[in-house]
């Protein structure tokens, strides 16, 4: 049982053979520019993978590919999951509705409404139309709508760029606290090596357009807390990889 | 309360005006008197004749409105929906727009004569292409990122029109019928007036035919005022039931 445990979430979808997604060299063009170049691969049932890049390079599109918003690429998506929940970039909530009513919109379960709103600490915001918010009381509400629906893959697509310091600590610790509760799958879509060792089991870093995956990296055993000295570690020797990759 | 006391000064100001114009033109063939008309007016207001054709005119405004609105509102939803079908019926929406009154008048006495018909339908093809086309393009301006993101949440199309188009489209719509409400009264008047049977139009062109002057004058200050009032009830269950969708 004790080894059991220490089988991380990874490891356990593979040994379950439970891949839910299967992106098989994907490239996409816009007219003679070519922002995709050949990207493949698997991510499994409760795995969190991050796509790490410079700004440009064509992360945003692939995921808009993987929640199926574009349709004309080259390549194939396999997707096996029935519900999937997406933190976009800007909050895209209905300006004239109220918070639960925007939540309301994905998801009719009204327990389920407000469990959410409580574990996102938005309780007392249930009546404010998205003008009343603050941008990070949105963007949590943003946060909310896609975990109200119950995920079973979360996409993140840099939700936190527009944020201070606080904020996003705070939105990326609800973040880890709800997938300890409901074990979904995640692809984070970001530029920031902070970000993405928080919130992933593994980093593919991609090249700037047309992009690619160009390293592979398992930091699944990385502490998820900025506090802790492996975690600089972690980060630093991304940080360098950078510098190499993109820079020099 | 300050509001009404500078409407009310407004109304001061208009009768001051007209009486010192009055006395400087010194024709009541041009312009009476404001107490000549008041006398008129009130006089003109005890006939049984005047009343049934108030009423008249009253309920042809009604059928307009309803038609306009209901007509309006549902044929700019759906072309505003499909770009195909938007660009094929526009041009030819704006060519019935920009068609003048008096060529409608013809054309619907050729065909109906005079009577109750004409003056509806002349009035509603004045005014059914601006609603139309006020929907439809606020229908097309709707944000698309809120389409994309009801996509992703595969949320029903029917809500999506619920909580996102019709929500779109209330600016427009707003303007819209405030333009309507508006003219609507002189539209059928004028309507009435050339190829009507009955009504407030009618008195006024059988004024003109015996030279009363002072009864123009009467009647138009009925239509006025009672469009002033039937117009700030409209606009306050229009903003009533447009309430849903303000943004505060």
């Known amino acids: 049982m004790a080894n059991f445990d220490k089988i991380n979430l990874k490891t356990l979808g593979n040994i379950l053979n439970t891949v839910i997604l299967n992106v098989k060299s994907v490239s996409k063009s816009y007219g003679k520019l070519k922002v995709i170049g050949d990207i493949s691969f698997d991510l499994s049932r409760g795995e969190s993978i991050a796509l790490l890049g410079p700004s440009g390079c064509g992360k945003t599109t692939l995921i808009r590919i993987i929640a199926g918003l574009i349709d004309d690429y080259e390549g194939a998506i396999e997707c096996k999951v029935q519900k999937m929940g997406y933190v976009f970039q800007e909050p895209r909530l209905i300006p004239w509705r109220t918070v639960i009513d925007n939540l309301k919109f994905v998801e009719e379960n009204e327990e389920r409404i407000f469990k959410t709103l409580e574990a996102l600490k938005l309780k007392d915001f249930a009546n404010f139309k998205p003008s009343k918010l603050s941008g990070g009381m949105r963007q949590r509400v943003n946060l909310a709508r896609a975990l109200i629906i119950e995920p079973e893959l979360l996409l993140l697509d840099e939700p936190f760029a527009s944020l201070d310091v606080h904020l996003k600590v705070s939105i990326i610790s609800d973040i880890i606290e709800r997938r300890k509760d409901m074990n979904f799958s995640m692809i984070v879509v970001t530029h920031d090596v902070r970000e993405a060792l928080l919130l992933s089991d593994k980093i593919y870093m991609l090249s700037d357009k047309p992009s690619s995956i160009i390293e592979e990296i398992d930091v699944s055993n990385v502490p998820k807390d900025i506090s802790n000295p492996e975690f600089h570690k972690a980060e630093s020797q991304i940080l360098s990889k950078i510098l190499g990759r993109w820079i020099g | ?248």
């Open chain 2, 1 to 248: 309360m300050e509001n009404l006391w500078k409407y009310l000064t407004g109304v001061l100001v208009i009768f001051i005006t007209w009486t010192v114009l009055s006395f400087a033109i010194n024709s009541q063939l041009i312009l009476p008197d404001p107490l000549t008309v008041l006398k008129t007016l009130v006089s003109e207001l005890q006939k049984s004749e005047v009343l049934e054709a108030l009423l008249i005119t009253l309920s042809k405004i009604g059928v307009v409105l309803a038609i306009t609105v209901t007509f309006g509102v549902l044929i700019g939803f759906f072309i505003g929906l499909n770009d195909l079908i938007y660009d094929i019926l526009r041009p030819g929406i704006l060519v019935i727009q920009a068609i003048p009154i008096i060529t409608w008048l013809a054309l619907v006495m050729f065909i109906w004569g005079i009577g109750w018909l004409g003056p509806v339908i002349v009035s509603i093809l004045s005014l059914l292409p601006h609603t139309i086309l006020s929907t439809a393009v606020g229908i097309r301006t709707t944000d698309k990122r809120l389409i994309e993101m009801a996509k992703v949440y595969r949320v029903p199309r029917s809500k999506v029109i619920r909580n996102i188009y019709l929500g779109s489209i209330v600016p427009q719509l707003l303007s819209a019928l405030q333009v309507i409400i508006g003219n609507v009264w002189k539209v059928v008047v004028v309507a009435e007036y050339m190829c009507g049977d009955k009504g407030i139009g009618v008195l006024i062109a059988w004024a003109r035919q015996s030279v009363a002057v002072e009864k123009v004058y009467a009647y138009t200050a009925i239509i006025i005022l009672i469009g002033l009032i039937v117009e700030n009830i409209l606009n306050h269950f229009v903003r009533k039931l447009l309430k849903n969708w303000e943004l505060v």
